[in-house]
Every structure is written in C-alpha cells, then in structure tokens.
C-alpha cells in the first residue's frame, strides 16, 4: 500500500456517463489508473466493457463527466497528440491480409514519422524492438494472412508497443487462444508494464487470470462500474452476485468460480 | 527494398518499350527510324509519317499511359478506402454519372426536342456533359459522405446512385431514335484516339492534380490498411482524408472517362495483379507500381485494339473487359481469395 502513494496517475475519469444517445449504459463512474498498473476490465457478455474502453480512448463521446489523461481532458487532445498517448488492440478487425508483419508493427509509428510515413532509423529500432520482445523477428517477412490467431494477436500487440505510448487499451487480447498462450499474453503485459512503465487496460472474460496477475480491476456491471484492487475484489461479495446464481458460484476462499 | 526497386525500374523499361511498339502500330506501317526521326525533327522519308506520328499517333499513346495510370490509381484508392477487394472507380457511379450526362445530350436531344441537336456535333459538349455529369455524382456522394458514418454505406450509395443513373439511361435510350443510340453506344466503347493535343493536356493537368491529391493521402491511406479505428488511433483524421481520396478519385476517374469514355476493369484489375509482383503494402511503393502497372495494361489493350496489320480499330472497351475479367477470375481461382 505504501508503493501505491508514489504512483502517478495517468488517466483519471470522473462522475462519467458513458453510452449512446439513445441508451445510458453505465453512471456515475470514477475510475483512476496509474503508471505501470496492469488493470483489467470484467463483466458479463453486453455489459458495457467495450463501451467503456471505447470511451476511454476517445473513440466515443461520454454523455457526462470528464476523462483527464496526464491532468488534460481528453477533448481537448487533438488526435494527433492522442496518437502518442493511447494505442490500442482490438479484436477481429477487417484489416490487408496483405500486410508484411514488419509492415503492420511499423504503422505503429505512424504518429512520429513524416508526412509521407516514411521510418527514420529510430523507427526501424522501435519496430526492431517490438519484434524483438514478442520474439516474432523471425516472421517478420511474412504475410499477416498466413499467420494463426495467437501469432497475429501477437503482431497487433507488438504494433501498439511499437507506438510507444503510455497507455495501451486491448479489447480481450486472450480470445482464441489455448490456456498456456492465455498466460503467455497476459504474462508479457505484467512484464511490459514493469519494464517499460506503461499502464496496460484490458477487456477479459479471464477473471481467475486477472485476479492472479492484476494490480486492480474495474468490474462493469449492472450499469454500475466499480474500481478495487483483486483482495477487494475477492473480499466484497461482487464476484458472487457477477454470475446468475443457478449455474456458477465464486468461491472466496480458492479465488476461483466454480461449477454448481 | 531493393527488390522494390528493381521492379518498378523494370516496369518503367517494359512501359518504355510497349510505349515505342504503341506508337509504331497502326494502319500505316511507318519504319522505326522514321518514328525517331519525326521526334527530333530530322530528315524523314514522308512528312505525313511526320504528321502521323506527332499528332495522331503520340498523343493516343500518352492518353493510353494517363488513363492506365489513373483509372489503376483510383482503383487502388478505392479499396483501400473502402477495404474492399472489387472497388473500382465505378463504385462512386462516377462512370454512371458521366454515362448519365452524355446520354442526356446524345438521346435527351431525340426525346426532348431539337434543341440540343445543334449542340451535339461539337465533341466538347461530351466531354463538359460527361464532367458535369460524374460532378454531380461525386458532389452527391461527398454529401453523403459527411452524414455517413460508415464507408461501407457509402459504398452502397455509390452503387445505388450507379442504378439510379443507369436507369434513367435506359429509359432515355428506350424513347430515342436509332441514330442517336448509335451515337451513344459508340461512346459507351471508349476511345483513346480522339485527342487533340490540346485536350491531351487539359487531361494531363486534371491527372496531375488527382495525382498530387492523393500522394498528401498516402500515409492515411496505410494506417487505413488497419481498418478506421486503428486508423483514427494512429492519428488519423478519418473525414478529412475520406473527402480529399474522393476529390482524387473523382479528378482522375471523371476527367478520364470525360475525355476516354467509361473504361472498364482496369481500376479494379491492376492493383490486384500489381500486389502479385509487389509484396508491400506501403502505398508508397505502390503508388508508383499501380501507376506503371496500369499504363503498361492500358497500352497493352490498346496494341490489341488496334488489331495490329489491319484497318479496324476495336472498342477499347470491349478490350480492357475481355481481359480483365479473365485476369480476375484467375487470380480468385489461383489465391482462392483477394485481399485488398
């Protein structure tokens, strides 16, 4: 708890109303994440989770309350700016299987380079170094089509690092992939955010997983969207009324659902 | 890199090349040093090779390159813009719309009374009538691009517009007489050969300005390879670029089909047999393959077209269709799928 007090925080909403024009999808949130935190995002299937990360990376506009990243408010970014503060990976998205995965982890530098998008030699570094640290160099040469679901997860992860931001958004970074993959992704965005001190949000349906390896957790649920740390988590009965009672239950004291 | 390199440098010796074969067919056999010779104003055994050569055949041959180049680079902005493999020009319905407006002058002259029928011996009434036409199009769509979320509604309501177009073409040609349909069709078959120099470079300069358009869009145009959120994530300022690829397509496509008449496939053809050669997706790179890519076909079709040892002369139209789609088909039946 001492260590939490140094901490900076990077991105900070309050009294937020996020949803459309014709739907209020949750209220009344506070939400504070700091440097070097790895955060989760859980709840059930239609929650709102996406709402959320949508909101929180600019791409929708909240219907209240305000979102500060680094002190500013998000409106006031221009998106160029907010290009160098927030990269994001998302789920299934219609992108050129053509694409070399060197190609696609060098659009992460997109916001530094010319108005030509030609890559400096920092930028060649950069995109070296991504590549590096997800150990896929050895497919760089490769088409993004013939690559599986867990390498191609892998090549969008190593483009937001390539952006080199201080805040990465993933909306589940961990679907389609086998348990040990799973781990492996969520072991690295542990291992990012020490190293290089980003703060990493992610979406997951992963709850055993983010509990073990979270610094805090933003569960969304019921119109509600509620902060704590996995022990505040596991002692507040929240993760017992998560579920529909009939066929699941969390159990407090192995950390972990089990089935009824 | 180099190997990029290496293939655009070929591209330009093949195009040089099929420039010289182009301009040395024709009904008239005229020996090769007679072609230089009427370049460099030297001594030449007849001076109608001389005045066939300057101003007959060069400037077929430039139109060929300008229409290549610019109908394969708004094919390629297309589907990138759209992310979709089979855009082409057409999907704006700017060809509709110029269909559109000629078809008013050519038939609307027969059905509305003769009024226009004094108008229609001159051919820069096709030609404003076609502009005026894809104008309206495309002032159509950029109107409803700003309402639209989503390109790919606005790929429908391109389509849309090229059946609503196509319609009222039908019911013009359904009330006009057989003459003026004659007329009409003859445009519709396209035609690279009737320009005089000084539309060459009224064309040329539309070219250029379409061209440079969409150079300032070619790093959007790569984060567009992501899809519009990660697009938008990297920085990119999605309306604005949407607008300036639809003035470049619609200065390239429309000038183009204006002055050549709506020519099919090439758009839509060449991007895909250019990423057979080209591995990148950097637009940079394909920029000026797409480009290369589309004059060299479009001279191609033209040397076929003019079926070389005799006096006919078939549609181009007809042409870059017959080889196109079969190009198309093949490359579905050898890659099972194209990516855009």
């Known amino acids: ?260 | 890199m180099q190997k990029t390199s290496l293939s655009l440098l070929l591209g330009l010796i093949i195009l040089v090349v099929l420039l010289m074969i182009n301009i040395s067919l024709g009904s008239v056999s005229i020996p090769l040093k007679d072609i230089f010779a009427s370049f460099f104003n030297t001594e030449i055994d007849k001076e109608t090779w001389r005045y066939i050569i300057l101003n007959y055949r060069l400037p077929k041959a430039i139109t060929a390159v300008l229409v290549g180049s610019g109908l394969a680079l708004s094919g390629l902005l297309m589907q990138t813009l759209f992310r979709n493999p089979l855009a082409g020009p057409y999907v704006l319905g700017l060809s509709s719309g110029a269909s559109l407006g000629v078809a008013i002058v050519i038939l609307g002259g027969a059905v509305f009374g003769r009024f226009f029928s004094a108008l229609i011996l001159s051919k820069w009434t096709l030609v404003i009538a076609a502009s005026l036409g894809s104008i309206l199009v495309l002032l159509a769509v950029l109107a409803t691009s700003f309402r639209v979320k989503d390109t790919m509604a606005l790929l429908i309501i391109g389509l849309m517009f090229a059946s609503l177009t196509s319609a009222v073409v039908s019911m013009l040609s359904y009330f006009s007489s057989s003459e003026s349909l004659q007329k009409y069709i003859f445009w519709s078959f396209g035609s690279l050969g009737n320009l005089s120099w000084q539309e060459v470079f009224i064309l040329t300069v539309f070219w250029s300005l379409g061209v440079i358009i969409s150079i300032f869009c070619i790093k959007n145009l790569n984060a567009l390879l992501l899809g519009e959120t990660y697009a938008k994530s990297l920085g990119t300022n999605l309306k604005q670029n949407r607008i300036l690829v639809i003035l470049a397509t619609g200065l390239l496509a429309g000038s183009i089909t204006a002055f050549a008449g709506p020519i099919a496939f090439i758009g839509l053809a060449v991007p895909h047999l250019v990423r057979q050669v080209i591995s990148k997706s950097d637009h940079l790179v394909l920029f000026p393959a797409v480009a290369i890519g589309g004059a060299i076909l479009m001279l191609i079709c033209d040397s076929i077209a003019q079926l070389p040892g005799s006096n006919l002369t078939l549609p181009i139209n007809s042409i870059t269709s017959l080889i196109g789609a079969p190009v198309v088909i093949w490359l579905l039946l050898r890659k099972k799928k194209l990516y855009f």
């Not at chain 1, 896929?136 to 090549?155: A, H, P, T, W, Y």
């Not at chain 1, 690295?188 to 979406?203: D, Q």
Request: proline fraction near 2%; include cysteine; aromatic fraction near 4%.
């Open chain 1, 1 to 260: 708890m001492k260590e939490k007090t140094k901490t900076k925080p990077i991105l900070q909403a309050q009294e937020l109303s996020i949803g459309y024009s014709d739907k209020i999808v949750a209220e009344d949130i506070s939400l504070k994440i700091n440097e070097a935190e790895l955060v989760a995002v859980i709840g059930i299937n239609g929650s709102g989770k996406s709402t959320l990360l949508k909101t929180l990376t600019g791409n929708l506009k909240c219907l209240s309350g305000t979102i500060s990243i680094q002190q500013k408010n998000i409106n006031e970014i221009s998106v160029q700016k907010l290009s160098e503060l927030i990269s994001i990976v998302l789920t299934e998205t219609q992108f050129s299987q053509n694409l070399l995965v060197e190609e696609l982890v060098a659009l992460g530098r997109q916001p530094y380079t010319n108005w030509l998008g030609q890559l400096s030699n920092k930028d060649i570094n950069a995109v070296k170094q991504a590549l590096q640290l997800l150990e896929i160099e050895d497919k760089s040469k490769r088409k993004c089509g013939s690559l599986s679901d867990g390498q191609l997860q892998k090549v969008f992860l190593a483009r937001a690092i390539a952006q080199e931001t201080p805040l990465i958004f993933l909306d589940e970074p961990t679907t389609h992939l086998d348990l040990y993959h799973k781990i492996f992704v969520l072991k690295l965005l542990k291992t990012l955010s020490r190293r290089t001190n980003k703060s990493i949000v992610f979406a997951t349906h992963e709850i055993n997983l983010a509990l073990q390896l979270c610094d805090q957790i933003i569960l969304v649920s019921n119109g509600k969207v509620t902060q704590k740390t996995p022990e505040e988590l596991i002692n507040s009965n929240l993760l017992q009324e998560l579920f529909p009672k009939d066929l699941v239950e969390f159990d407090a004291a192995t950390k972990n659902f089990k089935v009824l």
